[in-house]
């Protein structure tokens, strides 16, 4: 029979997913995360298996976190969602996490070469938030409020190219206005109008 676990897994997480976020996958020793978590060798090796498996765990949770920045799509405004996604993740954040990047953007950059795995699920994760803009934009499409050359599915993918990019630029020290004027520009580039996807709340 397995025993119980002495520590709360969760909050162990939690600590692991804050630490690689700031020193990434490869600076990141088992030493640090152990003192980190707080728990034992033993205990790491009983829940987490490896660092990688545990990495792996994390980039889980860093996704469901920043996709639920997303709010649901509504029929009212349906691009406002897009405006809350970039307020929630540029505006309305510390500068010290803002200057940290997104840990997903980081890992495809650090692990690209080194863990094509690990850098596809990071990619996996901001693909279901690329979803979440192309819903977005086909009902806009529907209401007459997107109107392109490009299609929703086109549209959302420059979109998460844009997000990933605004991500390298707050790890250069970019300032929040800038980022928030260089998301807008973006849109206009689009054909979006940065009104419609005024910030609804």
Request: glycine share 4%; charged share 20%; net charge neutral.
């Amino acid at each position: 029979m397995a025993r119980p676990l002495q520590f709360d897994r969760d909050s162990a997480l939690r600590q692991a997913t804050a630490l690689f976020w700031t020193q990434g996958y490869h600076a990141t020793s088992l030493s640090m995360l152990l003192d980190c978590m707080g728990i034992a060798r033993s205990s790491f090796y009983a829940s987490f298996v490896d660092k990688r498996s545990l990495f792996m765990e994390c980039l889980e949770l860093f996704g469901q976190r920043t996709a639920a920045k997303m709010p649901a799509l509504t029929t009212e405004a349906p691009l406002s969602v897009i405006g809350d996604f970039f307020a929630a993740t540029l505006l309305n954040v510390k500068t010290e996490q803002l200057q940290k990047g997104c840990l997903l953007v980081n890992s495809i950059l650090e692990l690209a070469e080194t863990d094509p795995q690990l850098s596809e699920l990071s990619s996996k994760q901001l693909s279901i938030i690329q979803g979440a803009f192309e819903q977005a934009l086909h009902a806009a499409a529907e209401q007459g409020h997107f109107v392109s050359t490009l299609s929703a599915a086109e549209a959302a993918e420059q979109l998460m190219i844009i997000n990933q990019g605004l991500r390298v630029q707050s790890r250069k020290g970019t300032d929040k206005t800038q980022l928030w004027s260089s998301f807008q520009t973006s849109l206009r580039l689009l054909g979006l109008d940065p009104s419609a996807t005024a910030v609804s709340r």
